[in-house]
C-alpha cells in the first residue's frame, strides 16, 4: 500500500461538528505537543500538506486528510501537555481531542488510533492516553518519534525502555522518524485495518 493521492479537507474547533462527518476508514494521530505528528503524516503522505513547526502546541484543532479518493482520512489531533499553554487551553485541547474520540466510537470510523512517542522522553501523559485507550477499547499502535535524534546503536534500548516505560510489548511499538524509518510498517497497520491483503 502506498497513498498517491492527499487532499487538506477540513478542520474541526467542535467535535460535535465533526460527529455529523461521514470520512471512513479514520486513522488518527495523537500525541504530546511537538512530538511529531504533523511531520509524520507529511512524510506518509510525501507533500507538506500538515502545518509544522518549531513551537509546541501548533496544532489547535482536528484536521482532516483525504488519502486515495476516500480510501482512508488520517486526522491530526492537537498535543496534549504543551507547558507553555495556560490551564484553560490545555483543558480544551483535551476536550476536543476525548470530543472526536467519543463522536468517532459512535460513528464507528475509527479503525486505528496511532500514538506518538518521543523516544527520548518516559512521560506520565502518554501513560495517560494509553489508559483513554484501553478504557474506550480504541485500537491503537504505537510509533516512537525522533529516532534520527540517537545513535542507531542505542535505538533497540530505547525501544526496549519506552515499551517498559508504557507497560507494552517490544513488537507493539514501530520506530519512525522524518527520514522514512518505519513508514512502511505503519503503511502495514493501515493497510491490515482496512482489509487490504
Not at 98 to 114: D, P, Q, R, T
Amino acid at each position: 500500500m502506498k497513498i498517491t493521492k492527499t487532499k487538506f479537507i477540513t478542520s474541526y474547533a467542535d467535535p460535535t461538528t465533526y460527529s455529523k462527518s461521514d470520512y471512513k476508514n479514520e486513522f488518527c494521530f495523537c500525541g504530546r505537543s511537538n512530538v511529531g505528528k504533523s511531520t509524520l503524516i507529511n512524510t506518509l503522505t510525501n507533500q507538506k500538506i500538515a502545518k509544522t513547526s518549531q513551537t509546541p502546541g501548533r496544532t489547535r484543532l482536528i484536521n482532516i486528510f483525504d488519502c486515495n479518493d476516500g480510501e482512508f482520512t488520517l486526522v491530526d489531533l492537537p498535543g496534549y501537555g504543551y507547558a507553555k499553554a495556560s490551564k484553560t487551553q490545555n483543558e480544551g485541547f483535551k476536550a476536543l481531542a476525548e470530543g472526536y474520540f467519543k463522536a468517532s466510537i459512535e460513528k464507528n470510523a475509527l479503525k486505528k488510533v496511532f500514538v506518538l512517542c518521543d523516544i527520548r522522553v518516559k512521560s506520565p501523559l502518554d501513560l495517560q492516553m494509553l489508559g483513554y485507550l484501553y478504557h474506550f477499547q480504541l485500537p491503537f499502535c504505537i510509533l516512537a518519534t525522533k529516532c534520527d535524534k540517537i545513535a542507531k546503536s542505542q535505538l533497540h534500548r530505547h525501544i526496549i525502555e519506552l515499551a517498559a516505560h508504557l507497560n507494552v510489548g517490544r513488537d507493539n511499538i514501530i520506530a519512525v522518524s522524518d527520514k522514512s524509518m518505519g513508514k512502511d510498517k505503519v503503511f502495514q497497520v493501515i493497510s491490515e485495518a482496512i482489509g487490504h491483503e
